[in-house]
């Protein structure tokens, strides 16, 4: 459970006004944190993109360097053990 924040005005006519400000500085955080978490996933995002290519040009030179029989053969024991096509 949150403990709630409580400012107690100066003056207590802008008590009002000072909850209402607690109130949207809150939510002003939450939304800049949820921006900066999508900044993040976004880069990281970016950095595996990058890996899924290198790793992706790994498997066709191996690919390229086996004949095309063993190549046949470990992508259908792949699926057999898998159950996907690669």
Known sequence: ?????????LNSDYQRLINKWIK?????????????MKQDLEKSTEALEIKEEMIYSRILEIEETL??????NA??????????EV
């Open 1 to 9: 459970m949150q403990n709630k924040l409580e400012i107690k005005a």
């Open 24 to 36: 949207y500085q809150n939510q002003y955080n939450e939304v800049v944190n949820i921006i900066s």
């Open 67 to 72: 004949p095309k029989r063993e190549v046949k």
């Open 75 to 84: 992508k259908k024991g792949f699926v057999k053990f898998f159950g996907y």
